[in-house]
């Protein structure tokens, strides 16, 4: 099992940024991909970003690709999420995962742990 517990969020303004942290706990965090996933009112959650755990890889989305970057830091047990340049788009519960194996997924239904969210609300 793996406990994971998002902070950070909260309301900006467009064109600010934010600092995502999603803490782990439990099964050993250096072997499992990590993703940052959303989900704005009334639609499916969706892919924001994941790092691979083996290689250090990273991977976004187009919609936040060169204003996101997702981080790791094991010794810590920490995943985040710097958010820059935010959009009144960008607004929705952001959600961090886990999940084991060596393939990186942006299908949130192949992930097997997730945190409990936490909102990001950008103002326009």
């Known amino acids: 099992q793996v406990q994971l517990v998002e902070s950070g969020g909260g309301l900006v303004q467009a064109g600010g940024s934010l600092r995502l942290s999603c803490a782990a706990s439990g099964r050993t965090f250096n072997n499992y991909n990590m993703g940052w996933f959303r989900q704005a009112p009334g639609k499916e959650r969706e892919f924001v970003a994941a790092?691979?755990?083996?290689?250090?890889?990273?991977y976004y989305a187009d919609s936040v690709k060169g204003r996101f970057t997702i981080s790791r830091d094991n010794a810590k047990n920490m995943l985040y999420l710097q958010m820059n340049s935010l959009k009144p788009e960008d607004t929705a519960v952001y959600y961090c995962?886990?999940?084991?194996?060596?393939?990186?997924?942006?299908?949130?239904?192949?992930?097997?742990?997730w945190g409990q969210g936490t909102q990001v609300t950008v103002s326009s």
């Open positions: 995962a886990a999940k084991g194996g060596l393939i990186v997924y942006s299908t949130p239904a192949k992930y097997d742990y």
């Open positions: 790092t691979d755990w083996k290689t250090g890889n990273t």
